[in-house]
């Protein structure tokens, strides 16, 4: 089965710039996750997906993130106006689970982003 | 707070070496617990997974962990390592929520 795709995989902006990721998750998929990893941490997670609804974006800053997945298939991750602290990996990640909590999330490859 | 840590940043070891990566939680519900591995230049993926039963999980590639609740511990093994071992591991903690909290990471170079 093809996997997560995600686009662009790199992208330099200056700050105050604005930037738009893309994902397409695995198909029938219902979940669907962004992840921040800055450099030398673990991946932490911005937003989830179930189907076209957010479960839990707690961890987005929303002053300057959003996020949408309509159709509850693909997904777009916005970042207006970027900071330099933004500078980091930002996965997509899919899984077929509905909160059984029984899952493997599997991720794209990720984009790049450099702010400066 | 639901954490994740992994005390070894970085470890190097030569091939035929046996690994140990610590990895300690801190959760208050039941625990779901998984190692992710990234090779370099490629995707996070899934090594192994633990939800409940033994509580020594064996994954791919001759990797295995054990699950000590006693400890809050899920510390990854392999008896003996290999050149294409090397990559960066990630412990992580999931809720039935289906949120996953990932440690710092461990980068493993393995050297022939």
């Known amino acids: 089965e093809a996997g997560v795709a995600q686009s662009p995989r790199y992208k330099i902006i200056e700050k105050r710039q604005s930037v738009a990721f893309w994902c397409n998750p695995i198909?029938?998929?219902?979940?669907l996750y962004w992840y921040q990893q800055i450099l030398g941490q673990g991946p932490k997670l911005l937003i989830q997906?179930?189907?076209?609804?957010?479960?839990?974006d707690s961890q987005l800053p929303k002053d300057r993130f959003s996020a949408e997945r309509l159709k509850g298939v693909d997904s777009t991750l916005k970042i207006q106006p970027a900071k330099l602290e933004d500078s980091a990996v930002y996965l997509c990640?899919?899984?077929?689970?509905?909160?059984?909590?029984?899952?493997?999330?599997?991720f794209g490859p990720g984009t790049r982003l450099t702010v400066t | 707070a639901q954490s994740v840590s992994q005390h070894n940043h970085h470890v190097i070891l030569s091939e035929a070496a046996s690994l140990e990566l610590g990895c300690n939680y801190s959760?208050?519900?039941?625990?779901?617990l998984f190692w992710y591995v990234q090779y370099p230049g490629q995707h996070l993926q899934l090594l192994l997974k633990?939800?409940?039963?033994?509580?020594l999980v064996k994954g791919i590639k001759g990797f295995e962990a054990e699950f000590i609740k006693s400890k809050f511990s899920f510390n990854l093994r392999k008896p003996s390592v290999q050149w294409s071992d090397t990559a960066e591991y990630f412990c992580?903690?999931?809720?039935?929520?289906?949120?996953?909290?990932f440690g710092t990471g461990t980068r493993l170079q393995v050297f022939p």
């Open positions: 997906f179930q189907n076209n609804g957010v479960v839990d």
């Open positions: 992580a903690v999931g809720s039935k929520a289906d949120k996953l909290i």
């Open positions: 959760y208050g519900g039941t625990v779901n």
């Open positions: 990640a899919s899984s077929s689970s509905l909160g059984s909590g029984s899952y493997e999330q599997y």
């Open positions: 198909s029938g998929h219902a979940t």
């Open positions: 633990y939800f409940s039963g033994d509580p």
